[in-house]
């Protein structure tokens, strides 16, 4: 394929040379090479008119503001080749003999040719190195059953390069920074894993970020995120109204491109990640009470604890630290929410609390068999009679916002209840001594 483009850039560079001689060619030559420098710059004059235009495409909005400012240099060369050639011409036509001015002419169009032809290699390789660029991103992002055909088509002539020499080529005249080229890799693992999406929101410099409004909609939008995991291609995404809206964040923007994206891929692929793997990050995370966990510890401590009075224990806490989160963020912040019992868990605690009741046999079923009336009925369970004290659940003041740091391979946490310890153990989970608990508070990550 590269080599029917190379011949066709060149054939159609050699026929306009012949066509309007070599004045006109070599002015045009200079153009050309000013217009593909300047071609970036030249466009923000047609910005406003295609942002307009080619609203809904904005892959196209990248591409013909620039292409539009190649053009507007190129005409302004021919236009000045046309004003250059023409004295030179008239004085050949009114002042030199037929055989000078036919040898002049066919000297001008045999130079106009190989000018054209230089012409033509030229933007061959201009076309051929943005194709080559567009095609290594097209490659990794786009599928099958992407709607573009310029995105299909590019990813096609990127493939095709590959052993022909002119990838390698390409490759050299590339100025592409590589920070795009990991921004693409790091999409590309994202497009072949959809289950590395709900990862996103736990890296540890993503965790604030996930819930700007923006992303947090992105997140909670089933029929953006059936998009993503169902691949339907990288121009559907690209220019979906909300991915729009996150790419003209300027916040949003600049936060993601300060991303070590080789830390994050890592993170996406494996779950890791290097730079917060440090033993001052293991803090970092989502956190929910292992309400089993701490019920178990109340227990231990509490051996004398009747089965009703643990009954009540069981519920209370479960209630209370079922709900109960905490988000710890790598900045030094945190937030607490320790949420309030639900329905459902008062409804169990009251449960728990009821006498069980003592059924009794009918008067006339007694009168018949002898039996006393109000006698039990055979088997029932019988009421458990209260012993022991009342057990109190104390009151868990963790709400807000929090800091934290790291100290000595624990961490101290400043909160609404004041200072607290805490560490992170072997297992992983997060213990934190709270002064109304006499066991420490047990949370594990939130998967």
């Known amino acids: 394929m590269p080599w029917v483009y190379l011949l066709a850039f060149a054939v159609a560079g050699a026929a306009f040379g012949y066509g309007v001689g070599a004045i006109r060619s070599a002015v045009t030559l200079i153009g050309t090479l ?32 620039p292409f539009a400012g190649f053009l507007l240099v190129f005409f302004i060369a021919m236009a000045i080749g046309f004003a250059v050639r023409r004295p030179v011409y008239q004085h050949f036509k009114h002042n030199e003999d037929d055989v000078t001015r036919e040898s002049f002419l066919r000297l001008d169009q045999a130079g106009g040719s190989f000018v054209g032809l230089l012409i033509g290699l030229a933007l061959f390789f201009t076309f051929g190195r943005l194709s080559f660029v567009g095609g290594n991103i097209a490659a990794a992002l786009s599928t099958e059953s992407d709607p573009s055909g310029l995105v299909k088509w590019a990813a096609g002539f990127r493939k095709s390069l590959d052993g022909t020499g002119f990838d390698r080529g390409f490759a050299a005249l590339d100025r592409t920074p590589a920070r795009v080229y990991e921004i693409t890799e790091t999409l590309g693992v994202l497009h072949e894993n959809p289950r590395a999406h709900a990862r996103l929101k736990d890296y540890p410099p993503f965790m604030a970020l996930s819930e700007k409004p923006e992303l947090k909609d992105l997140a909670d939008d089933k029929e953006y995120q059936d998009m993503l995991t169902q691949k339907q291609g990288f121009t559907p995404v690209l220019n979906h109204a909300k991915t729009q809206a996150v790419l003209s964040s300027t916040e949003l923007t600049e936060a993601l491109l300060k991303t070590d994206l080789a830390d994050l891929r890592k993170f996406l692929e494996t779950g890791d990640s290097p730079i917060y793997s440090d033993d001052k990050y293991r803090i970092v995370g989502r956190w929910r009470v292992d309400a089993n966990a701490v019920i178990r510890n109340a227990a231990r401590l509490n051996e004398n604890l009747t089965p009703d009075q643990f009954k009540k224990l069981r519920a209370r806490l479960t209630a209370v630290l079922s709900s109960a989160r905490v988000t710890v963020y790598p900045e030094g912040r945190m937030t607490f929410n320790m949420g309030t019992a639900s329905a459902p868990a008062a409804e169990a605690e009251a449960a728990a609390a009821a006498p069980v009741a003592t059924p009794t046999i009918d008067p006339a079923l007694a009168a018949r068999y002898g039996l006393r009336p109000g006698a039990r009925t055979p088997g029932a369970p019988v ?65």
């Open 34 to 65: 000013i217009g593909l420098a300047l071609a970036p710059l030249a466009g923000q004059l047609f910005a406003p008119i295609f942002n307009r235009t080619a609203a809904g495409a904005p892959m196209w909005m990248y591409l013909l503001p």
């Open 383 to 447: 009421a458990a009679k209260p012993t022991g004290p009342e057990v109190k659940m104390p009151e868990i003041k963790l709400e807000g916002e929090g800091t934290w740091e790291a100290a000595a391979g624990k961490f101290s946490v400043k909160s609404s209840s004041g200072t607290l310890e805490a560490v992170v153990d072997d297992k992983g989970r997060l213990l934190l001594t709270v002064p109304q608990l006499k066991t420490p508070l047990v949370l594990v990550r939130v998967s």
